[in-house]
């Protein structure tokens, strides 16, 4: 049997307790049996592991490997330019893994949980003496005191209850705090209603009290759902798969070439210059890796998360940024993440009148409009209203306190009760001149019996004493005799006790408004002296005249509805997943269009559907409610299953599973807990829900920015490639002789220098027009499409075409020339400069959806900026003698410059083709 099932005398015989607490020696020996009660945080990465991690990208591989087997043969044939490239090819990768690793141990950094749940001090009872101690060293069967402000230090079975209310919104998804007595339960209680039970983690909004510990550390149910999140298998990005794909294709197309080549050129020539060929096939094979593509992808991606960081949202994992960019669906919680999780009195109905009041949260910013005339008043000129909010406030054990016009209230105690003074802030009485108008002589705490609350007040003007009382609605007119009309007190009759009723069933059903009653009593000096000295709550709360009652609810934040909305058009659903009520739940979604089509299905439903039922379901039910976290996990994978690319927003602790399971996890950052936070790819440093969709917009900012700084240096070390290839080829064939037509050293100061700089811009373009008018992508799209590969192989064309006929044309045509002996300096040069102005034709053309020549082009200050850099040092390698020596050119003139530029004019043509009919359609469906 469950701790819930059992009564107080059994459990005391199950832990081997008693009502004196456990003696010291027995409690350290059940410290020693069950350990310490915390949560245990995983094994952390330490830094030396997590920069070792940076090392895994494939691509770096390729370029570890490719080096490794370079400078081998540098060392053997002692040949300093090798060596030289092989050190560049070093400070690459370990620029590239420093920053990866800056990125990832900062934001380690930045969200390490505090564990401040497990190491409050707590009040127990060892050796029949009350002791404090750390709550780590609590132990089940030890016996601790509970008050109103406590944080749960364990799972407690309550012995004694005056009236406490916990707030469980951390683990159940409950908004409002829950009752809690000691009376045994059945079997199979879900959770959420274990009212005996107090649980590590949650918070006592009121009461006091002292209970029995049941479970300590990880077999508490926050201890359950941390341990969840450790078995719980995180699977790949989309764009960590995209890109180990992309990878694999490289290092095949890598391989192929070079073995080619290689084959090709000992076919004929022989053996005899086998170390030569070999040499130059690996520096075909390093030329053909784009080495600047993951220093690119990796400060790409960092900057994002730099520009997200300005709006509060902070990136945890680098890869996280592109995949919310292509998420199809975000599972939300509700409280806290759609609402404000501040109770807020919407409507306020009396028999004569019904009043709207405006405003949301804890703040005084409202007013009170008569519904019929929509007319702003104050409750002065309507008594009803007046003495409404005066009960409101004095049957009130909440406080606040004033922290500026319009800022919000600081706060203590109940929700509703908040609200009830937020409602009294908002007119002319004020809280303030209230308690100050009345003095409370004597106050009936609420009871989850009787549930009301009452208390006696005398007004100090008058010395007039009144009786008032709030409470549930229907028990509260069973108290009541009379009630107030127009200024008028009449009999209350049955009749007019079930319309009364009814109005509010209608208030509940259309709104999911909580109701709460509110009536008095005046009395004379006598029975006031008389009741004050029985103190019998039931002769107090009687023979009542009824006032009116009021509506309130957790409503949305006001950037919900347009964040959802906007989610929407981009193509994305937005899902509401919450422990709250149903009818709560379609209330909050229609005011936000969720769930505007399709009924909400509860946790019961979901208890009884197959796993095929429940992936039917998903594909339109917009809202989900009382659920618990296993349904949050189940409906996830339901989504999975449909290769969605889920997000999951939460604050909770019982969210922490699907936001580990969720494709990406977003955290609240105010309100959320620190295993949720851990479980998390994002934290919303401010709550803010709206800023997801500003996340998903920069995500596919950066998804587009990606595919252009891949194309373009794809494209670009394509047309080294296959111009090399061409010419060797061309060369062999010709001149039955190894004709290297442009040097490796040339080709990594273009891959390295020239080109990084351009494709960093192009990693930073402003987004395209449709961003978030398109549809989101889909998960299965290859990163590099077909068409794409096209376009990277004519472009390889081009180059090649282009840099042939310039080789051709720096040699006169003169095909008799002796290729040994001959001095090709000059024409690798113009090979050299040809191959950057090309590419720098060809940032500007994939660095937008539209012609090179358009004004959006050149309006990419940064893009213009990198390759102006770029050819400042492509100049620089050409006329500086200390890069002529080491890079091996020499200097141009202004003809061949000239020839150079009307040799790109072809591949300029067939680059505005492909970007008007293939490119411009693609990007518009």
Aim: proline share 3%; net charge negative; with cysteine.
């Amino acid at each position: 049997m469950e701790a819930y099932q059992k009564s107080i005398e059994d459990l005391y015989e199950t832990l081997d307790t008693n009502d004196k607490g456990l003696s010291t020696s027995e409690a350290e020996a059940r410290l020693q049996k069950y350990g310490k009660n915390e949560l245990a945080t995983g094994r952390k990465s330490s830094p030396i592991l997590l920069f070792l991690n940076q090392f895994k990208d494939l691509l770096v591989i390729i370029l570890i490997v490719a080096g490794l087997i370079t400078a081998l043969i540098g060392i053997v044939e002692n040949d300093q330019n090798i060596i030289i490239e092989v050190l560049a090819i070093t400070i690459v990768i370990i620029l590239n893994a420093g920053l990866g690793f800056y990125q990832e141990y900062s934001a380690e950094k930045a969200i390490e949980a505090l564990q401040s749940l497990a190491k409050s001090d707590v009040v127990v009872l060892r050796n029949n003496e009350k002791i404090r101690v750390k709550a780590e060293y609590l132990v089940p069967g030890d016996i601790v005191f509970l008050e109103a402000g406590n944080v749960i230090p364990a799972d407690i079975r309550l012995t004694k209850s005056y009236e406490i209310s916990v707030s469980e919104a951390i683990l159940t998804g409950e908004s409002l705090p829950v009752r809690k007595d000691i009376e045994s339960l059945p079997q199979d209680t879900p959770l959420a209603e274990r009212k005996n039970m107090v649980h590590k983690g949650t918070k006592i909004s009121s009461g006091s009290g002292k209970g029995l510990v049941t479970e300590t550390g990880l077999n508490t149910e926050l201890g359950k759902i941390a341990t969840s999140l450790s078995e719980i298998e995180r699977e790949d990005t989309p764009i960590q798969k995209k890109l180990n794909t992309l990878a694999k294709q490289l290092t095949l197309f890598i391989v192929i070439i070079a073995a080619s080549i290689f084959v090709v050129q000992i076919i004929i020539v022989g053996f005899e210059e086998f170390t030569e060929l070999f040499i130059f096939a690996i520096g075909l094979a390093v030329a053909a890796v784009p080495e600047g593509l993951p220093a690119v992808m990796t400060l790409s991606l960092a900057i994002g998360v730099t520009r997200m960081a300005r709006k509060n949202a902070l990136i945890r994992k680098l890869p996280a940024v592109e995949v919310l960019g292509s998420s199809t669906v975000i599972c939300t919680d509700k409280t806290g993440t759609l609402t404000k999780n501040e109770m807020t009195v919407k409507v306020v109905w009396t028999h004569q009148k019904t009043y709207e009041i405006s405003g949301t949260g804890y703040t005084n910013l409202g007013h009170i409009v008569e519904q019929t005339t929509a007319e702003e008043i104050q409750p002065e000129y309507r008594p009803e209203l007046e003495s409404l909010i005066e009960i409101a406030v004095l049957a009130n054990e909440a406080s606040i306190e004033f922290q500026g016009e319009g800022k919000p209230y600081k706060t203590f105690g109940d929700p509703t009760e908040i609200a009830l003074l937020i409602l009294a802030e908002k007119t002319e009485q004020t809280v303030e001149k209230i308690k100050q108008k009345w003095d409370i002589n004597y106050l009936f705490p609420f009871d989850s019996d009787r549930k009301r609350m009452s208390v006696i007040a005398q007004e100090r003007t008058s010395e007039r004493n009144r009786i008032m009382v709030k409470g549930a609605l229907d028990i509260l007119l069973d108290r009541c005799n009379n009630y107030v009309d127009d200024g008028v007190v009449k009999g209350l009759d049955q009749e007019t006790k079930e319309k009364i009723l009814k109005i509010s069933e209608r208030f509940s059903s259309n709104f999911a408004y909580r109701i709460l009653g509110f009536a008095f009593r005046d009395i004379d000096q006598q029975e006031t002296e008389l009741l004050l000295k029985e103190r019998n709550v039931e002769n107090v709360e009687n023979n009542l005249i009824f006032e009116g009652f009021v509506g309130m609810i957790d409503p949305p934040r006001s950037s919900s509805r347009p964040a959802v909305l906007k989610a929407k058009e981009a193509g994305i659903r937005v899902v509401m997943i919450t422990g709250d009520h149903k009818e709560t739940a379609r209330a909050v979604g229609t005011e936000i269009s969720l769930g505007l089509k399709t009924e909400p299905i509860t946790g019961k439903e979901l208890d009884k559907m197959s796993e095929e039922e429940l992936r039917d379901k998903v594909k339109e039910t917009e809202i989900f409610a009382r659920v618990n976290p296993s349904h949050k996990l189940n409906i996830i994978n339901a989504f999975k299953y449909h290769d969605e690319i889920v997000v999951m927003t939460g604050d909770g602790v019982n969210d922490a599973p699907a936001l580990k399971r969720a494709d990406i996890g977003v955290a609240m950052g105010v309100t959320g807990t620190d295993v949720a936070k851990e479980a998390s790819d994002m934290i919303l440093v401010d709550d803010n829900f709206a800023n997801i969709i500003e996340a998903v917009s920069e995500g596919r900012r950066i998804y587009d920015n990606i595919k252009k700084f891949i194309t373009y240096l794809l494209s670009a070390n394509a047309g080294e490639v296959i111009t090399v290839l061409l010419l060797v080829l061309f060369g062999l064939l010709l001149f039955r002789h190894i004709f290297i037509p442009i040097l490796a050293i040339q080709l990594l100061y273009i891959n390295l220098v020239t080109d990084t700089f351009p494709a960093l811009a192009l990693g930073v373009s402003p987004p395209e027009e449709n961003i978030m008018l398109r549809k989101p992508r889909d998960p299965k799209e290859q990163l590099l499409n077909k068409n794409l590969l096209l376009f990277i192989i004519f472009f390889g064309l081009f180059n090649a075409l282009g840099c042939t006929f310039l080789f051709l044309w720096s040699i006169d045509f003169n095909f008799s020339i002796n290729i040994q002996t001959a001095d090709l300096t000059k024409s690798r040069t113009i090979i050299f400069a040809a191959l950057v102005i090309y590419q720098s034709f060809q940032c500007l053309s994939v660095s937008q959806n539209v012609t090179i020549f358009s004004k959006k082009t050149f309006e990419n200050r940064l893009l213009i900026g990198a390759i102006f850099l770029g050819i400042i040092l492509l100049l620089i390698a050409i006329y500086i003698p200390f890069f002529q020596i080491f890079i091996g050119t020499d200097p141009l003139l202004p003809i061949e410059w000239l020839v150079i530029l009307i040799s790109a004019i072809p591949i300029l043509i067939f680059q505005e083709i492909y970007e008007k009919f293939v490119f411009k359609a693609e990007n518009e469906m």
